[in-house]
C-alpha cells in the first residue's frame, strides 16, 4: 500500500485492512499471482496522472478465483481501472465491476496468464497491429526496441513464434543470448541521441516494421528507418513521451504509425487475443522469462525497473510459497 504523509511525502509499505475497504459492489477475487509492468512501478512511486487517490494499492494485472463461485475457472483482470482507479492486485483480493473480468482461457495457467498480464496482451496487440497494417514475414526483419523489458521480451518470442525475422534493439549488450533465446535474429544497438533527433529526415530503410516499447528519440530513429509500406506498433514510453520527426517517413515511404493501448482495449478484442495466446500464439517457454517475487520483493524489483535494469517479466506470488524456488 502507498500513502502520502503528513508531510507529504510517500510511503510504502504492507498493511492489513478489512475487506470493506474494497467496498461492496463488483465481483470479488481472491489474487493468486499479479506481475510488475513499468505503470505498475511508476505508479508505487506515486507519479502524477497514474494513482488516483491515497492510500492506494498498486498492481494493474491480477489473476485468481472467484470468491462467490466456486464452479467458475479461474480469472485475470489487466488494465481498465484496476492497480489505478481503484485497489489493484498487489492486494490478497480485489473487487472489481463484472465485465472487467474475464475468464483464463483452458490452455493458460493463472502463472503463464500473469507472465504474460498487461505486458502479453501489449505485445499481442501490437503484432496484430502489424498484420492488419500488411506486415507478415515475408515483407522482412521487424525490431523490437526496449527488448529485455517485459513488453519487449513478449514481442520478439511472438513474432519469432509466428515466423518474422526478428531483431532486438538492447542497451543491454549483456543480454545477448537471452535475446537469441527468445528468438531474435540480430542483436542491434540504440544509437546515439544526436543521430536519432537530428540529421536525416530518412535513413536506409532496414526493416518492414517495428514495435517500440520505448518512445522519445528511440521511436524518431525507428520512424527514419522503416521500408516502403511499412508500420510502426508505438506503445511505450521508457525512454520519454515526446519525439521530434518530420512527415517524410509517411508521405514518402507510406509508414503507418500504429497506437497501441492495453488499458481500455474492448473486450471483444482482448478476447479474441487471450485466446490466440491460449492456442495459436502460445508461447511454450514462459517460465524461461519470469523471475517469481512476492510483495516483499516489490521495492527493490521497482528501483530496478525503473533504472531499466530488469529483464523479462516479474511474476508477483500473493502467497510467498509460490515464489519460492522449485526445490
Ligand atoms: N500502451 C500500452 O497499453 C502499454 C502497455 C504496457 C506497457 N506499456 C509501456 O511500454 C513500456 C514498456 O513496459 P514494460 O512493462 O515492458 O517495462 P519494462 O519491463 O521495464 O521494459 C522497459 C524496457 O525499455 C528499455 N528502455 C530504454 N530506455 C529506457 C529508459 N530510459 N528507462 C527505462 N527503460 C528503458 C529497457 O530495455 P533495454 O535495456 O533492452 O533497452 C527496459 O527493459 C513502458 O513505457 C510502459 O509504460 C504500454
Known amino acids: 500500500m502507498i500513502d502520502r504523509g503528513a508531510d507529504g511525502a510517500l510511503e510504502a509499505g504492507l498493511k492489513r485492512c478489512?475487506?470493506?475497504?474494497?467496498?461492496?459492489?463488483?465481483?470479488?477475487?481472491?489474487?493468486?499471482?499479479?506481475?510488475?509492468?513499468?505503470?505498475?512501478?511508476?505508479?508505487?512511486?506515486?507519479?502524477?496522472?497514474?494513482?488516483?487517490?491515497?492510500?492506494?494499492?498498486?498492481?494493474?494485472?491480477?489473476?485468481?478465483?472467484?470468491?462467490?463461485?466456486?464452479?467458475?475457472?479461474?480469472?485475470?483482470?489487466?488494465?481498465?481501472?484496476?492497480?489505478?482507479?481503484?485497489?489493484?492486485?498487489?492486494?490478497?483480493?480485489?473487487?472489481?465491476?463484472?465485465?472487467?473480468?474475464?475468464?483464463i482461457p483452458a490452455g493458460l495457467t493463472m502463472r503463464e496468464a500473469m507472465i504474460l498480464g498487461t505486458a502479453g496482451l501489449t505485445a499481442a496487440l501490437s503484432v496484430d497491429a502489424l498484420l492488419q497494417a500488411g506486415v507478415d514475414p515475408a515483407r522482412g526483419e521487424i525490431l523490437v526496441t526496449g527488448a529485455t523489458g517485459g513488453v519487449g521480451s513478449l514481442a520478439v518470442m511472438l513474432l519469432a513464434r509466428l515466423g518474422f525475422t526478428v531483431a532486438a534493439q538492447t542497451r543491454k549488450p549483456a543480454q545477448e543470448a537471452y535475446l537469441r533465446a527468445?528468438?531474435?535474429?540480430?542483436?542491434?544497438?540504440?544509437?546515439?541521441?544526436?543521430?536519432?533527433?537530428?540529421?536525416?529526415?530518412?535513413?536506409?530503410?532496414?526493416?518492414?516494421?517495428?514495435?517500440?516499447?520505448?518512445?522519445g528519440a528511440v521511436l524518431a530513429g525507428v520512424l527514419k528507418e522503416i521500408g516502403y509500406g511499412g508500420a510502426v506498433a508505438t506503445c511505450g514510453m521508457a525512454a520519454g513521451s515526446r519525439f521530434e520527426g518530420s512527415v517524410f517517413p509517411f508521405i514518402l515511404r507510406g509508414v503507418k504509425l500504429l497506437g497501441i493501448d492495453s488499458v481500455q482495449c474492448p473486450r471483444s478484442v482482448r478476447e479474441t487475443l487471450w485466446a490466440r495466446l491460449a492456442?495459436?500464439?502460445?508461447?511454450?517457454?514462459?517460465?524461461?522469462?519470469?523471475?517469481?517475487?512476492?510483495?516483499?520483493?516489490?521495492?527493490?524489483?521497482?528501483?530496478?525497473?525503473?533504472?531499466?535494469?530488469?529483464?523479462?517479466?516479474?511474476?508477483?506470488?500473493?502467497?510467498?510459497?509460490?515464489?519460492?524456488?522449485?526445490?
Not at 498498486?58 to 481498465?80: C, F, K, M, N, Q
Open 18 to 103: 478489512p475487506l470493506r475497504e474494497l467496498g461492496a459492489s463488483g465481483v470479488l477475487i481472491r489474487v493468486a499471482f499479479s506481475s510488475l509492468n513499468y505503470k505498475d512501478a511508476l505508479a508505487a512511486r506515486g507519479a502524477a496522472g497514474i494513482v488516483k487517490r491515497f492510500p492506494h494499492v498498486p498492481g494493474i494485472d491480477a489473476a485468481g478465483l472467484l470468491v462467490d463461485d466456486r464452479e467458475s475457472p479461474p480469472v485475470l483482470v489487466t488494465g481498465y481501472g484496476l492497480g489505478t482507479e481503484i485497489w489493484g492486485g498487489y492486494g490478497d483480493y480485489v473487487r472489481v465491476p463484472p465485465e472487467w473480468v474475464h475468464p
Open 182 to 215: 527468445l528468438g531474435a535474429a540480430t542483436i542491434v544497438a540504440p544509437a546515439p541521441d544526436d543521430q536519432t533527433t537530428s540529421g536525416k529526415a530518412l535513413s536506409k530503410a532496414r526493416f518492414a516494421g517495428a514495435i517500440d516499447t520505448v518512445g
Open 279 to 327: 492456442t495459436t500464439w502460445k508461447l511454450t517457454d514462459l517460465a524461461g522469462i519470469a523471475q517469481v517475487i512476492d510483495r516483499q520483493g516489490l521495492g527493490a524489483a521497482i528501483t530496478e525497473m525503473l533504472a531499466g535494469e530488469r529483464t523479462g517479466r516479474t511474476l508477483v506470488a500473493l502467497d510467498p510459497e509460490e515464489a519460492r524456488p522449485a526445490p
